[in-house]
């Protein structure tokens, strides 16, 4: 059994040397969030150098000190990572299936370990953000940050104004009423196609509100994942986000400036989109027609190339 380190352990480092928080060590190594992180450091699920640690102060030198979580050695600190997908159908979104079901790892084959940020059902395509970052996830995930999320929702017939307007106002569902949405209907749809944006994550969501109207939903696209839309990515591709996309999600999820994080890899400059599917219109920007083919305002500059493999 592994001694417990001294207290010392983490605070006694030469001068020069750089340290990162043991628990921002292990979230930026994909193992959970900060918070879950505490959770095992007090649980004495976690060493350093062969010594258990439960010192929520506990900081480590990357690249010096060896990590174990559950008896398992954790890869020295990685840059994040935050990936678009576009997710295509019959794709699930675990990171396992017993059933041996092709997931959205099989379609982004990154070479290191990344996870998704929520989950689409299986035949749902569309935006889907995968990253390392587990407090990055937490945070773009947590009910009380309103993380809105766009979609297309194709309907079995077409839907009334009156029951458009109810589904904006919100509806009573089995686990309580939702809050109110932006929607719309897309023009030359014949009034089966709705732009929809919801700041809420209930399971299958916009599938049981439109059921409860008495409308089946034929298709369910997200276009977008807050200011991130898939505009010029095909079904199956990905790209890096660019640092300014990560921190405008960060800002959107009401982050702080000095929590703001960056991808690796993606090219620098604005955001690919401020794309919503309609509503409100996006900050110091004119309202424009969305796109018919995918819901996002129309006339932009594409986002950085795709990645197929």
């Known amino acids: 059994m592994p001694k417990t380190a001294p207290r010392k352990h983490s605070r006694d480092l030469k001068k020069g040397e750089t340290a990162v928080r043991l628990n921002r060590y292990l979230s930026i190594a994909g193992v959970s969030s900060r918070r879950k992180a505490d959770e095992y450091i007090l649980a004495g699920r976690v060493s350093v150098n062969g010594r258990v640690v439960t010192d929520l102060g506990t900081k480590v030198r990357p690249g010096t000190d060896s990590v174990f979580f559950n008896e398992k050695q954790v890869v020295a600190l990685d840059p994040g990572v935050y990936i678009i997908l576009n997710k295509p159908k019959d794709c699930i979104t675990t990171l396992s299936d017993e059933r041996g079901r092709r997931s959205v790892l099989d379609v982004v084959n990154y070479p290191r370990r990344i996870f998704p940020v929520g989950r689409l059902d299986r035949n749902t395509t569309g935006a889907l953000i995968l990253t390392n970052d587990g407090d990055f996830a937490n945070l773009m995930m947590h009910p009380r940050n309103k993380v809105p999320k766009s979609y297309l929702v194709t309907t079995d ?153």
Not at 246 to 272: E, F, I, N, Q, Y
Not at 293 to 303: D, L, M, N, V
């Open 157 to 309: 017939r077409p839907v009334s104004p009156a029951d458009l307007r109810d589904l904006a106002a919100g509806i009573s569902l089995s686990d309580g009423r939702t809050a109110p949405a932006d929607v719309h209907l897309v023009p030359g749809s014949k009034n089966r196609v709705v732009g929809m944006t919801i700041r809420e994550g209930r399971n299958r969501q916009i599938h049981r509100m439109f059921g409860a109207k008495g409308y089946g939903v034929d298709k369910l696209d997200r276009v977008a994942y807050g200011p991130v839309s898939y505009e010029g990515l095909s079904r199956g591709d990905w790209r890096l986000l660019s640092p300014a996309e990560v921190r405008a999600l960060r800002g959107m999820a009401g982050a702080g400036a000095d929590d703001t994080g960056t991808g690796p890899a993606g090219p620098a400059g604005k955001s690919s989109s401020r794309a919503s599917v309609r509503g409100k219109k996006p900050a110091s920007r004119t309202n424009r027609r969305p796109d018919r083919r995918t819901g996002t305002p129309s006339g932009r500059k594409r986002p950085p190339g795709p990645r197929r493999v």
